[in-house]
Protein backbone atom coordinates (compact mmCIF):
# COMPACT_ATOMS: atom_id res chain seq x y z
CA UNK A 1 0.00 0.00 0.00
CA UNK A 2 1.34 3.29 -0.83
CA UNK A 3 2.20 5.85 1.51
CA UNK A 4 -1.33 8.31 2.18
CA UNK A 5 -2.35 11.76 3.54
CA UNK A 6 -5.67 11.38 4.54
CA UNK A 7 -7.15 14.98 5.07
CA UNK A 8 -10.38 15.19 7.38
CA UNK A 9 -12.38 18.31 6.99
CA UNK A 10 -14.58 18.46 10.59
CA UNK A 11 -12.08 16.27 12.88
CA UNK A 12 -13.62 17.45 15.81
CA UNK A 13 -17.21 16.32 14.73
CA UNK A 14 -19.63 13.83 15.79
CA UNK A 15 -19.26 11.64 12.57
CA UNK A 16 -15.75 11.48 13.19
CA UNK A 17 -15.89 10.69 16.81
CA UNK A 18 -18.23 8.29 16.71
CA UNK A 19 -17.27 6.27 12.87
CA UNK A 20 -14.27 7.30 10.99
CA UNK A 21 -11.80 7.06 14.01
CA UNK A 22 -12.78 3.44 14.85
CA UNK A 23 -13.15 2.52 11.94
CA UNK A 24 -9.39 3.77 11.10
CA UNK A 25 -8.70 2.13 14.11
CA UNK A 26 -9.50 -1.39 13.40
CA UNK A 27 -8.22 -1.05 9.58
CA UNK A 28 -5.37 -0.33 11.67
CA UNK A 29 -4.86 -3.12 13.65
CA UNK A 30 -6.04 -5.72 10.75
CA UNK A 31 -3.36 -4.04 8.78
CA UNK A 32 -5.24 -2.68 5.77
CA UNK A 33 -3.93 0.97 6.16
CA UNK A 34 -0.60 1.83 4.05
CA UNK A 35 2.26 1.46 6.67
CA UNK A 36 3.19 5.45 5.78
CA UNK A 37 -0.09 6.74 6.35
CA UNK A 38 -0.78 10.48 8.25
CA UNK A 39 -4.06 11.95 8.96
CA UNK A 40 -4.54 15.64 9.03
CA UNK A 41 -7.47 16.51 11.26
CA UNK A 42 -9.11 20.36 10.50
CA UNK A 43 -11.23 22.49 12.26
CA UNK A 44 -12.38 25.74 12.69
CA UNK A 45 -11.35 26.13 16.73
CA UNK A 46 -7.14 25.77 18.14
CA UNK A 47 -6.63 22.48 19.35
CA UNK A 48 -3.38 21.31 20.82
CA UNK A 49 -2.38 18.02 19.12
CA UNK A 50 -2.04 16.00 22.28
CA UNK A 51 -5.08 17.18 22.74
CA UNK A 52 -6.82 16.21 19.48
CA UNK A 53 -5.21 13.12 19.87
CA UNK A 54 -6.46 12.13 23.55
CA UNK A 55 -9.88 12.77 22.02
CA UNK A 56 -9.55 9.78 18.74
CA UNK A 57 -8.02 7.88 21.84
CA UNK A 58 -11.29 8.93 23.95
CA UNK A 59 -13.68 7.88 21.21
CA UNK A 60 -11.79 4.75 20.34
CA UNK A 61 -12.88 3.47 23.78
CA UNK A 62 -16.07 4.95 23.65
CA UNK A 63 -17.76 3.42 20.14
CA UNK A 64 -14.70 1.32 18.69
CA UNK A 65 -15.96 -2.59 18.07
CA UNK A 66 -12.42 -3.16 19.65
CA UNK A 67 -12.81 -0.91 22.34
CA UNK A 68 -9.64 0.71 21.95
CA UNK A 69 -8.08 -1.48 24.89
CA UNK A 70 -4.92 -2.38 23.08
CA UNK A 71 -2.90 1.07 24.59
CA UNK A 72 -0.01 -0.07 22.45
CA UNK A 73 -1.64 -0.24 19.55
CA UNK A 74 -3.45 3.16 20.31
CA UNK A 75 -0.74 5.26 20.82
CA UNK A 76 1.10 3.51 17.95
CA UNK A 77 -1.90 4.77 15.81
CA UNK A 78 -2.54 8.17 17.35
CA UNK A 79 0.83 9.26 16.73
CA UNK A 80 0.07 9.55 12.99
CA UNK A 81 -2.87 11.91 14.08
CA UNK A 82 -1.79 16.08 13.37
CA UNK A 83 -4.45 18.59 13.73
CA UNK A 84 -4.65 21.90 11.92
CA UNK A 85 -7.03 25.00 12.31
CA UNK A 86 -8.98 25.70 8.74
CA UNK A 87 -11.43 28.10 7.69
CA UNK A 88 -12.96 27.10 4.76
CA UNK A 89 -13.29 30.37 3.23
CA UNK A 90 -9.42 31.57 4.07
CA UNK A 91 -6.87 30.30 1.19
CA UNK A 92 -4.03 31.09 3.31
CA UNK A 93 -5.33 28.24 5.21
CA UNK A 94 -4.91 25.94 2.86
CA UNK A 95 -1.67 27.55 1.49
CA UNK A 96 -0.16 26.53 5.58
CA UNK A 97 -1.91 23.14 4.94
CA UNK A 98 -0.73 22.41 2.03
CA UNK A 99 3.20 22.98 3.38
CA UNK A 100 2.27 20.77 6.40
CA UNK A 101 1.39 18.05 4.26
CA UNK A 102 4.46 18.37 2.06
CA UNK A 103 6.65 18.47 5.08
CA UNK A 104 4.75 14.97 6.31
CA UNK A 105 5.09 13.79 3.07
CA UNK A 106 9.27 13.89 2.40
CA UNK A 107 9.74 12.10 4.87
CA UNK A 108 8.51 8.86 3.08
CA UNK A 109 10.18 8.41 0.04
CA UNK A 110 7.88 8.19 -2.39
CA UNK A 111 4.98 10.09 -3.79
CA UNK A 112 2.05 10.60 -1.36
CA UNK A 113 -1.49 9.99 -2.10
CA UNK A 114 -4.55 12.30 -0.67
CA UNK A 115 -7.78 11.29 0.17
CA UNK A 116 -10.11 14.40 1.33
CA UNK A 117 -12.71 13.45 3.54
CA UNK A 118 -15.39 16.20 3.56
CA UNK A 119 -17.28 15.60 7.08
CA UNK A 120 -19.08 18.80 6.88
CA UNK A 121 -22.43 20.07 5.80
CA UNK A 122 -23.09 20.11 2.24
CA UNK A 123 -22.71 23.70 1.65
CA UNK A 124 -18.83 23.72 2.12
CA UNK A 125 -18.51 20.67 -0.32
CA UNK A 126 -18.39 23.44 -3.03
CA UNK A 127 -15.76 25.91 -1.29
CA UNK A 128 -13.37 23.08 -0.24
CA UNK A 129 -13.23 21.30 -3.68
CA UNK A 130 -12.53 24.48 -5.27
CA UNK A 131 -9.83 25.22 -2.32
CA UNK A 132 -8.33 21.85 -2.50
CA UNK A 133 -7.59 23.23 -6.25
CA UNK A 134 -6.60 26.44 -6.24
CA UNK A 135 -4.21 25.77 -3.02
CA UNK A 136 -2.47 23.51 -5.23
CA UNK A 137 -3.50 20.00 -2.32
CA UNK A 138 -5.04 18.54 -5.26
CA UNK A 139 -1.97 18.15 -7.09
CA UNK A 140 1.63 17.32 -6.79
CA UNK A 141 0.79 13.86 -5.52
CA UNK A 142 -0.18 10.29 -6.67
CA UNK A 143 -3.88 10.04 -6.49
CA UNK A 144 -6.34 12.45 -5.08
CA UNK A 145 -9.49 11.46 -4.06
CA UNK A 146 -12.17 13.07 -2.24
CA UNK A 147 -15.05 11.70 0.06
CA UNK A 148 -17.72 13.52 0.55
CA UNK A 149 -21.53 12.45 3.10
CA UNK A 150 -24.93 12.50 2.20
CA UNK A 151 -26.72 15.13 1.56
CA UNK A 152 -25.89 15.48 -1.59
CA UNK A 153 -28.57 18.28 -2.61
CA UNK A 154 -31.40 19.11 -1.52
CA UNK A 155 -33.24 18.79 -4.69
CA UNK A 156 -32.60 17.80 -8.31
CA UNK A 157 -31.87 21.28 -9.15
CA UNK A 158 -29.37 21.42 -6.19
CA UNK A 159 -27.88 18.46 -6.40
CA UNK A 160 -27.06 19.12 -10.31
CA UNK A 161 -25.84 22.31 -8.96
CA UNK A 162 -23.26 20.59 -6.44
CA UNK A 163 -22.36 18.44 -8.43
CA UNK A 164 -21.16 20.63 -11.70
CA UNK A 165 -19.43 23.14 -8.81
CA UNK A 166 -17.51 19.22 -7.70
CA UNK A 167 -16.38 18.54 -11.05
CA UNK A 168 -14.67 21.55 -11.58
CA UNK A 169 -11.95 20.21 -8.78
CA UNK A 170 -12.44 16.46 -9.02
CA UNK A 171 -13.12 13.81 -11.78
CA UNK A 172 -16.26 11.90 -11.30
CA UNK A 173 -14.17 8.52 -10.56
CA UNK A 174 -11.94 10.72 -8.02
CA UNK A 175 -15.55 11.76 -6.07
CA UNK A 176 -16.32 8.73 -3.33
CA UNK A 177 -19.88 9.59 -2.39
CA UNK A 178 -20.56 7.54 1.05
CA UNK A 179 -24.02 5.76 1.40
CA UNK A 180 -23.28 3.88 4.38
CA UNK A 181 -26.00 1.22 3.72
CA UNK A 182 -23.81 0.15 1.02
CA UNK A 183 -21.16 -0.81 3.49
CA UNK A 184 -23.07 -2.93 5.33
CA UNK A 185 -22.17 -6.52 5.29
CA UNK A 186 -25.89 -8.07 4.19
CA UNK A 187 -25.98 -5.55 1.41
CA UNK A 188 -22.63 -6.35 -0.66
CA UNK A 189 -23.65 -10.21 0.11
CA UNK A 190 -26.55 -9.44 -2.27
CA UNK A 191 -24.35 -9.31 -5.29
CA UNK A 192 -22.88 -12.57 -4.27
CA UNK A 193 -25.69 -14.39 -3.13
CA UNK A 194 -27.15 -13.97 -7.04
CA UNK A 195 -24.35 -14.55 -8.89
CA UNK A 196 -23.16 -17.95 -6.80
CA UNK A 197 -26.60 -19.45 -6.53
CA UNK A 198 -28.07 -21.36 -9.10
CA UNK A 199 -31.55 -21.16 -6.93
CA UNK A 200 -31.59 -17.24 -6.53
CA UNK A 201 -31.10 -16.89 -10.22
CA UNK A 202 -33.77 -19.33 -11.39
CA UNK A 203 -35.88 -17.49 -8.73
CA UNK A 204 -35.28 -14.05 -9.24
CA UNK A 205 -37.59 -12.58 -11.73
CA UNK A 206 -40.83 -11.61 -12.09
CA UNK A 207 -41.99 -15.57 -13.30
CA UNK A 208 -41.89 -16.31 -9.41
CA UNK A 209 -42.03 -12.96 -7.30
CA UNK A 210 -45.17 -11.79 -6.18
CA UNK A 211 -43.96 -8.78 -4.37
CA UNK A 212 -40.78 -6.83 -2.63
CA UNK A 213 -41.17 -5.20 0.92
CA UNK A 214 -38.35 -3.10 1.83
CA UNK A 215 -38.16 -1.52 5.01
CA UNK A 216 -36.18 0.52 7.10
CA UNK A 217 -37.63 1.39 10.73
CA UNK A 218 -36.20 3.75 13.68
CA UNK A 219 -37.15 3.55 17.11
CA UNK A 220 -35.82 7.03 17.75
CA UNK A 221 -37.37 10.04 17.48
CA UNK A 222 -36.29 13.04 16.06
CA UNK A 223 -33.66 13.56 18.93
CA UNK A 224 -30.59 16.66 18.68
CA UNK A 225 -31.09 16.82 14.82
CA UNK A 226 -34.56 19.23 14.63
CA UNK A 227 -32.89 22.12 12.49
CA UNK A 228 -31.77 19.54 10.14
CA UNK A 229 -34.23 16.79 9.89
CA UNK A 230 -37.33 19.64 9.83
CA UNK A 231 -36.09 20.62 6.79
CA UNK A 232 -35.26 17.54 5.14
CA UNK A 233 -37.68 14.70 6.25
CA UNK A 234 -37.82 11.09 5.89
CA UNK A 235 -37.96 11.15 1.97
CA UNK A 236 -34.65 13.16 1.97
CA UNK A 237 -32.95 11.74 4.83
CA UNK A 238 -33.42 7.81 3.89
CA UNK A 239 -35.82 7.44 1.14
CA UNK A 240 -34.07 9.09 -1.41
CA UNK A 241 -30.77 7.39 -0.54
CA UNK A 242 -30.71 4.82 1.65
CA UNK A 243 -33.98 3.24 0.27
CA UNK A 244 -33.33 3.31 -3.49
CA UNK A 245 -30.01 2.29 -2.90
CA UNK A 246 -31.28 -0.96 -1.55
CA UNK A 247 -33.62 -1.31 -4.32
CA UNK A 248 -31.05 -1.00 -7.23
CA UNK A 249 -28.71 -3.42 -5.24
CA UNK A 250 -31.47 -5.62 -4.68
CA UNK A 251 -32.29 -5.69 -8.60
CA UNK A 252 -29.49 -4.96 -10.81
CA UNK A 253 -29.37 -8.68 -12.44
CA UNK A 254 -25.31 -8.71 -12.12
CA UNK A 255 -22.85 -11.49 -13.76
CA UNK A 256 -20.94 -13.37 -12.30
CA UNK A 257 -17.63 -11.19 -10.72
CA UNK A 258 -18.96 -8.16 -11.90
CA UNK A 259 -16.78 -5.16 -11.92
CA UNK A 260 -16.99 -1.62 -10.43
CA UNK A 261 -18.57 -0.66 -13.70
CA UNK A 262 -20.49 -3.37 -14.03
CA UNK A 263 -22.38 -2.98 -11.05
CA UNK A 264 -22.87 1.08 -11.59
CA UNK A 265 -24.04 0.24 -15.23
CA UNK A 266 -26.65 -2.49 -13.46
CA UNK A 267 -27.34 0.11 -10.97
CA UNK A 268 -28.52 3.30 -13.55
CA UNK A 269 -30.41 0.56 -15.78
CA UNK A 270 -32.46 -0.33 -12.69
CA UNK A 271 -33.29 3.68 -12.00
CA UNK A 272 -33.97 4.20 -15.82
CA UNK A 273 -36.48 1.30 -15.55
CA UNK A 274 -38.25 2.48 -12.75
CA UNK A 275 -41.65 3.91 -13.56
CA UNK A 276 -41.73 7.98 -13.57
CA UNK A 277 -43.95 8.80 -11.32
CA UNK A 278 -46.27 12.02 -12.17
CA UNK A 279 -47.16 14.66 -9.58
CA UNK A 280 -50.49 13.71 -9.60
CA UNK A 281 -49.79 10.08 -9.04
CA UNK A 282 -48.16 10.78 -5.78
CA UNK A 283 -51.15 10.78 -3.69
CA UNK A 284 -51.80 7.54 -4.62
CA UNK A 285 -48.30 5.78 -4.92
CA UNK A 286 -46.96 7.20 -1.79
CA UNK A 287 -48.05 7.71 2.18
CA UNK A 288 -46.49 10.65 4.24
CA UNK A 289 -46.93 10.06 8.48
CA UNK A 290 -45.96 11.85 11.06
CA UNK A 291 -45.38 10.29 14.66
CA UNK A 292 -47.93 11.69 17.34
CA UNK A 293 -47.34 11.12 20.81
CA UNK A 294 -47.17 7.10 21.96
CA UNK A 295 -45.88 4.30 23.79
CA UNK A 296 -42.42 3.31 23.13
CA UNK A 297 -41.21 -0.12 24.73
CA UNK A 298 -43.24 0.97 27.88
CA UNK A 299 -42.15 4.53 27.77
CA UNK A 300 -44.36 7.56 26.96
CA UNK A 301 -42.79 9.30 23.88
CA UNK A 302 -43.46 12.59 22.76
CA UNK A 303 -45.38 13.55 19.26
CA UNK A 304 -43.25 15.10 16.43
CA UNK A 305 -44.36 19.02 16.87
CA UNK A 306 -43.73 18.68 20.78
CA UNK A 307 -40.19 18.14 20.43
CA UNK A 308 -37.50 20.61 21.12
CA UNK A 309 -37.04 23.14 18.22
CA UNK A 310 -39.84 21.68 16.14
CA UNK A 311 -42.41 24.12 15.45
CA UNK A 312 -46.27 23.30 16.47
CA UNK A 313 -47.06 23.55 13.02
CA UNK A 314 -44.87 21.64 11.29
CA UNK A 315 -45.86 19.43 8.08
CA UNK A 316 -42.62 17.40 7.90
CA UNK A 317 -42.59 13.53 7.35
CA UNK A 318 -41.07 11.73 9.51
CA UNK A 319 -42.66 8.67 7.33
CA UNK A 320 -42.53 7.20 3.70
CA UNK A 321 -44.45 4.53 2.27
CA UNK A 322 -44.37 3.76 -1.26
CA UNK A 323 -45.43 1.62 -4.18
CA UNK A 324 -42.63 1.59 -7.02
CA UNK A 325 -43.12 -0.22 -10.27
CA UNK A 326 -39.76 -1.51 -12.34
CA UNK A 327 -40.24 -1.90 -16.01
CA UNK A 328 -37.82 -4.37 -17.56
CA UNK A 329 -37.70 -8.06 -18.84
CA UNK A 330 -37.08 -9.12 -14.65
CA UNK A 331 -39.21 -6.91 -12.83
CA UNK A 332 -42.29 -5.80 -15.24
CA UNK A 333 -45.33 -6.29 -12.35
CA UNK A 334 -44.16 -7.05 -9.66
CA UNK A 335 -44.78 -4.00 -7.25
CA UNK A 336 -41.98 -3.24 -4.86
CA UNK A 337 -43.23 -1.36 -1.56
CA UNK A 338 -40.96 0.83 0.42
CA UNK A 339 -41.55 2.38 3.96
CA UNK A 340 -39.20 4.06 7.13
CA UNK A 341 -40.33 5.96 10.03
CA UNK A 342 -39.05 7.46 13.25
CA UNK A 343 -40.18 5.91 16.54
CA UNK A 344 -42.13 2.83 14.88
CA UNK A 345 -42.31 -0.16 17.04
CA UNK A 346 -38.74 -2.03 15.97
CA UNK A 347 -35.62 -0.77 14.70
CA UNK A 348 -34.65 -3.29 11.93
CA UNK A 349 -33.77 -2.79 8.08
CA UNK A 350 -35.10 -5.75 6.01
CA UNK A 351 -35.94 -7.12 2.97
CA UNK A 352 -38.73 -9.38 2.19
CA UNK A 353 -39.46 -10.75 -0.98
CA UNK A 354 -42.88 -12.65 -0.87
CA UNK A 355 -43.06 -15.22 -4.00
CA UNK A 356 -46.40 -16.53 -5.84
CA UNK A 357 -49.02 -18.72 -4.94
CA UNK A 358 -48.51 -22.64 -5.78
CA UNK A 359 -50.61 -24.12 -8.15
CA UNK A 360 -54.41 -23.96 -6.77
CA UNK A 361 -56.46 -26.58 -4.78
CA UNK A 362 -57.77 -29.50 -6.35
CA UNK A 363 -58.57 -32.57 -5.53
CA UNK A 364 -55.78 -34.41 -5.72
CA UNK A 365 -54.16 -32.36 -4.40
CA UNK A 366 -56.42 -30.76 -1.67
CA UNK A 367 -53.92 -28.84 0.94
CA UNK A 368 -53.08 -25.01 0.05
CA UNK A 369 -50.42 -23.50 2.40
CA UNK A 370 -52.10 -20.29 4.41
CA UNK A 371 -49.11 -18.69 4.27
CA UNK A 372 -46.77 -17.60 0.78
CA UNK A 373 -42.89 -19.06 1.21
CA UNK A 374 -40.88 -16.10 1.64
CA UNK A 375 -37.06 -14.56 1.43
CA UNK A 376 -35.94 -12.43 4.29
CA UNK A 377 -32.78 -10.60 4.56
CA UNK A 378 -31.72 -9.37 7.66
CA UNK A 379 -29.64 -6.16 6.63
CA UNK A 380 -29.42 -4.66 10.85
CA UNK A 381 -29.03 -4.35 13.56
CA UNK A 382 -28.68 -7.96 13.65
CA UNK A 383 -27.69 -9.93 10.08
CA UNK A 384 -29.36 -12.91 8.64
CA UNK A 385 -31.24 -14.74 6.14
CA UNK A 386 -34.51 -16.76 6.68
CA UNK A 387 -36.63 -18.60 4.18
CA UNK A 388 -40.24 -19.78 5.00
CA UNK A 389 -41.09 -23.07 3.33
CA UNK A 390 -44.20 -24.83 3.68
CA UNK A 391 -44.81 -28.46 5.22
CA UNK A 392 -47.47 -30.73 6.51
CA UNK A 393 -47.80 -30.06 10.29
CA UNK A 394 -47.12 -33.17 12.61
CA UNK A 395 -49.88 -32.35 14.76
CA UNK A 396 -52.60 -32.13 11.96
CA UNK A 397 -52.17 -34.06 8.86
CA UNK A 398 -54.81 -32.40 7.18
CA UNK A 399 -52.84 -28.97 7.44
CA UNK A 400 -50.04 -27.04 6.27
CA UNK A 401 -47.72 -24.97 8.25
CA UNK A 402 -44.58 -22.74 7.65
CA UNK A 403 -41.20 -23.55 8.65
CA UNK A 404 -38.22 -21.40 8.46
CA UNK A 405 -34.64 -22.20 7.70
CA UNK A 406 -32.75 -19.70 9.54
CA UNK A 407 -28.95 -18.25 8.67
CA UNK A 408 -27.88 -15.47 11.60
CA UNK A 409 -24.18 -14.22 11.20
CA UNK A 410 -22.31 -14.01 14.52
CA UNK A 411 -22.21 -10.05 14.16
CA UNK A 412 -19.90 -8.72 17.27
CA UNK A 413 -16.37 -8.89 15.29
CA UNK A 414 -17.61 -8.42 11.75
CA UNK A 415 -16.25 -5.27 10.30
CA UNK A 416 -18.60 -2.24 10.35
CA UNK A 417 -19.88 -0.39 7.31
CA UNK A 418 -17.44 2.60 7.44
CA UNK A 419 -14.56 0.21 7.84
CA UNK A 420 -15.22 -1.17 4.81
CA UNK A 421 -16.18 1.88 2.88
CA UNK A 422 -12.81 3.52 3.76
CA UNK A 423 -10.75 0.74 3.11
CA UNK A 424 -12.64 0.90 -0.24
CA UNK A 425 -12.17 4.09 -1.05
CA UNK A 426 -8.06 4.19 -0.13
CA UNK A 427 -8.09 1.16 -2.25
CA UNK A 428 -9.75 3.11 -5.61
CA UNK A 429 -12.66 0.10 -5.23
CA UNK A 430 -15.82 2.69 -6.09
CA UNK A 431 -18.19 -0.88 -6.19
CA UNK A 432 -20.19 0.15 -3.35
CA UNK A 433 -20.43 4.33 -3.40
CA UNK A 434 -23.40 6.04 -5.22
CA UNK A 435 -21.98 7.47 -8.94
CA UNK A 436 -23.71 10.57 -9.62
CA UNK A 437 -25.42 8.72 -12.63
CA UNK A 438 -27.97 6.93 -9.73
CA UNK A 439 -27.68 10.35 -7.41
CA UNK A 440 -29.49 12.53 -10.30
CA UNK A 441 -31.87 9.92 -11.26
CA UNK A 442 -32.87 9.04 -7.61
CA UNK A 443 -33.37 12.49 -7.13
CA UNK A 444 -35.02 12.58 -10.79
CA UNK A 445 -37.85 10.25 -9.45
CA UNK A 446 -38.78 11.93 -5.99
CA UNK A 447 -38.27 15.40 -7.57
CA UNK A 448 -42.22 15.38 -7.85
CA UNK A 449 -42.77 14.13 -4.26
CA UNK A 450 -40.92 17.01 -3.00
CA UNK A 451 -43.13 18.95 -5.30
CA UNK A 452 -46.14 17.58 -3.62
CA UNK A 453 -45.14 17.92 -0.26
CA UNK A 454 -44.22 21.48 -0.38
CA UNK A 455 -48.00 22.58 -2.30
CA UNK A 456 -49.38 20.30 0.40
CA UNK A 457 -51.10 18.15 -1.82
CA UNK A 458 -50.64 14.41 -0.46
CA UNK A 459 -52.42 14.13 3.08
CA UNK A 460 -50.28 13.97 6.04
CA UNK A 461 -51.24 10.96 8.47
CA UNK A 462 -50.46 11.04 11.85
CA UNK A 463 -49.37 7.70 13.24
CA UNK A 464 -49.12 7.02 17.16
CA UNK A 465 -45.46 6.52 18.11
CA UNK A 466 -44.61 2.60 18.97
CA UNK A 467 -47.10 1.21 16.10
CA UNK A 468 -45.74 0.67 12.68
CA UNK A 469 -47.06 3.53 10.87
CA UNK A 470 -50.11 4.71 9.56
CA UNK A 471 -53.26 3.06 7.98
CA UNK A 472 -53.29 4.40 5.61
CA UNK A 473 -49.28 2.44 4.60
CA UNK A 474 -51.37 -0.82 5.27
CA UNK A 475 -54.16 0.02 3.03
CA UNK A 476 -51.50 0.86 -0.10
CA UNK A 477 -50.59 -2.72 0.03
CA UNK A 478 -54.57 -4.29 0.88
CA UNK A 479 -55.69 -2.65 -2.55
CA UNK A 480 -53.09 -5.15 -4.41
CA UNK A 481 -54.41 -8.06 -2.18
CA UNK A 482 -50.93 -8.03 -0.06
CA UNK A 483 -49.74 -6.85 3.73
CA UNK A 484 -46.76 -5.95 5.22
CA UNK A 485 -44.97 -9.31 6.05
CA UNK A 486 -42.87 -7.73 8.53
CA UNK A 487 -45.12 -6.86 11.43
CA UNK A 488 -46.62 -9.94 11.24
CA UNK A 489 -44.34 -12.60 11.08
CA UNK A 490 -41.90 -11.02 13.40
CA UNK A 491 -42.76 -12.73 16.67
CA UNK A 492 -42.62 -16.35 14.48
CA UNK A 493 -39.04 -15.45 13.36
CA UNK A 494 -37.81 -14.11 16.90
CA UNK A 495 -37.66 -17.79 18.32
CA UNK A 496 -36.10 -19.11 15.65
CA UNK A 497 -33.40 -16.92 15.03
CA UNK A 498 -32.43 -17.02 18.62
CA UNK A 499 -32.17 -20.42 18.11
CA UNK A 500 -30.02 -20.74 14.88
CA UNK A 501 -27.66 -18.48 16.93
CA UNK A 502 -27.53 -20.59 20.06
CA UNK A 503 -26.66 -23.15 17.67
Not at 172 to 186: A, N, S, V
Request: with cysteine; glycine share 6%; charged share 25%.
Amino acid sequence: MEPTTIVLFGATGDLAKRKIYPALYNLFLDRKLPSDFTLVGLGRREVPVDVFRANVERSLREFSRREGSNSAAVSQFVQSFYYQVLDVGHSEDYDRLLRFVKEREAGYGAVANRLFYLSVGPEFFGPIAENIKASGLGSDCGWKRLVIEKPFGYDLASARALNAKLSESFAEDEIYRIDHYLGKPMVQKLEVLQQNNPVLQALWTNRYIANVQITASETVGVEQRAAYYDQSGAIRDMFQNHMLQLLMMLTSQLPTNSSAEQVRFKKRKVMEALEPLHRQQVGTQIIRGQYAEGNLKGQPVAGYTEEPGIAATSMNDTYIAAKLQIDDYFWRGVPFYIRTGKRLQEKATRIVIEFKEPLQQSAKHPLVPKTPNLLIFDIGPDEGITLQLNARDPKDKGAIKPIHINFHEQTEDMPEAYESLIRDAIAGDPTFFAHWDEVELSWQWVQPILEAFAANEVPLHRYEAGTWGPAAADELLAADGFRWWQDEQQEQLAPAAAAAQLA
